[in-house]
């Protein structure tokens, strides 16, 4: 079954609107949480990187105050849109990290959440 | 810095033929993974393999196998008997930090009847 849930899988807003998508991790506890973009027929970008407890850590060229990121449990991170703009249409995919026997980590994207900004 | 070049954007070869999505990396780190994934229509990721950088063993799971070559830094990914339903874009990505990735810009395979 699947191993990251977000929600929600579409969401259509009007420009100004602010739009928070949840990604949770459902079979283990994930200090560490990911959050990719991809722009139409484009690659997956990585926006930032989701710390339990902490703040997010972005990559250059993400704006911290129109992206929020808040993981505040193990199991939730959620990714809040602010002042959605037409530009912010995209495909925001999560991902979450486990670390399995001999230290390596295994990735579980999941399913992606459909931002349309009319 | 980490760099995936999939030059090929866009494939298309009819039902049966043999298929080859190529892959080139660059990183400076001496141990980091490779991964390819399908994304149809839809948009989910599909994992496909992960293949570390001190296995260069050649992998083949069914009709899928994947070539990795240190020398030239590449990690090719072919499909025999390519079908229908093997239309998606291919991602192939390199994870670095232990846990991050850097995506590939993508080739869109389209199998036609």
């Known amino acids: 079954g699947a191993v990251v849930s977000q929600h929600p899988s579409r969401v259509i807003c009007k420009s100004g609107t602010s739009v928070k998508i949840e990604c949770r991790s459902l079979?283990?506890?994930?200090?560490?949480m990911f959050w990719y973009r991809q722009f139409p027929k484009q690659s997956l970008m990585l926006m930032a990187t989701s710390n339990e407890g902490s703040k997010a850590t972005y990559e250059q060229g993400v704006e911290k105050d129109k992206f929020l990121i808040n993981h505040a449990s193990l199991t939730l991170s959620t990714l809040t849109v602010t002042s959605a703009h037409p530009e912010d249409s995209s495909f925001y995919i999560c991902s979450v990290s486990r670390v399995s026997g001999g230290g390596t980590d295994t990735q579980y994207f999941g399913p992606g959440t459909r931002l349309t900004v009319l | 810095a980490q760099k995936v070049t999939q030059a090929q954007t866009e494939i298309s070869v009819v039902e049966k033929e043999d298929v080859t999505l190529d892959c080139v990396y660059e990183?400076?780190?001496?141990?980091?993974?490779l991964f390819w994934y399908k994304q149809p229509p839809s948009g989910e990721l599909v994992f496909l393999i992960r293949r570390n950088s001190f296995d260069e063993q050649n992998e083949i799971s069914g009709r899928y196998s994947w070539n990795f070559q240190k020398s030239t830094s590449s990690f090719n990914f072919t499909i025999t008997a390519s079908q229908v339903v093997d239309s998606a874009v291919y991602f192939c990505a390199l994870l670095y930090n232990f846990n991050k990735f850097y995506f590939g810009s993508g080739t869109k395979l389209n199998v036609k009847p």
């Open positions: 079979d283990f506890q994930a200090t560490t």
């Open positions: 990183t400076r780190d001496t141990t980091y993974y």
